[in-house]
């Protein structure tokens, strides 16, 4: 149930914010936002121990953002299946896809940002959407842009309730929103302002079906919810990361970028 905000202004001196949240299992073990990939030097973001990959990668050098949230579509076989998780480093160490056997991977929306384009790719199992989206504001969600898988869905009817409630309780409140400048020096709290409750989940409970972040226990026993949320801003003269591994707390936060 990973979300990601985007506001796109190009006439901003900040032009591309991003709210990236994750959703997991809390039992999966993950590190810390560093740069965690010897084969792919200066590209930073939080690994998962279990699939070495990320769910959000960003390049400080190219000032680039990349984010993968699953989809929903056909599964690849599990027989040569990849791991999404290495989409984020390719989108931010490239800015494209590049030659993929997109067989291989379980549907995603993948996010490329850089501070004067946004690029958004859905793989369905089957088909490979790719666009540019506008200036504005932007919600994308397991299902994409708004409620609809795109292709052939598993996700439960509750599921899709819940993703319907996120978009209807958010998509205004990104909107209406003032954009902060996060640039310089500031702390996560300054910097990010009228942002910050946001990326906190506007006050709702985490059983709340409009929920950012949220929390549940499934029938086998395993607590699935959000396990943590990045700030990222994008200007042609930086980038900055900040991050929290305790999402709803206001004292959590840390700036990853720049140190």
């Known amino acids: 149930m990973c979300t990601c905000l985007l506001s796109f202004d190009p006439d901003s001196p900040v032009p591309v914010l991003a709210v990236g949240v994750r959703d997991e299992y809390t039992d999966r073990a993950w590190d810390m936002p560093a740069a965690h990939w010897p084969d792919r030097p200066g590209l930073v973001g939080g690994r998962d121990r279990q699939a070495g990959g990320t769910w959000l990668a960003v390049n400080p050098a190219a000032h680039r953002l990349g984010v993968v949230l699953n989809g929903c579509g056909v599964d ?5 299946r990849l791991s999404r998780g290495d989409l984020p480093l390719r989108a931010a160490e490239h800015g494209d896809l590049g030659a993929l056997d997109l067989a291989r991977f379980d549907p995603f929306h993948l996010v490329c940002a850089e501070p004067d384009k946004i690029r958004l790719w859905t793989w369905t199992g089957l088909d490979l959407t790719d666009r540019w989206l506008d200036p504005g504001t932007h919600l994308v969600v397991n299902t994409g842009l708004d409620a609809t898988c795109p292709g052939p ?11 319907r409630a996120r978009l209807a309780h958010f998509r205004p409140l990104l909107a209406s929103t003032p954009r902060p400048d996060p640039s310089g020096d500031a702390s996560t709290a300054a910097a990010w302002g009228p942002w910050l409750p946001l990326a906190e989940g506007d006050a709702l409970s985490t059983s709340d079906p409009r929920a950012l972040l949220h929390r549940h226990t499934t029938d086998e026993g395993r607590v699935f919810g959000t396990t943590s949320v990045s700030l990222v801003a994008l200007s042609h003269e930086g980038l900055r990361y900040d991050f929290t591994a305790l999402p709803g707390d206001p004292t959590a936060w840390t700036r990853v970028l720049p140190a």
């Open 76 to 80: 690849a076989p599990a027989e040569g």
């Open 153 to 163: 869905s598993q996700i439960p009817e509750a599921a899709l309730d819940g993703i």
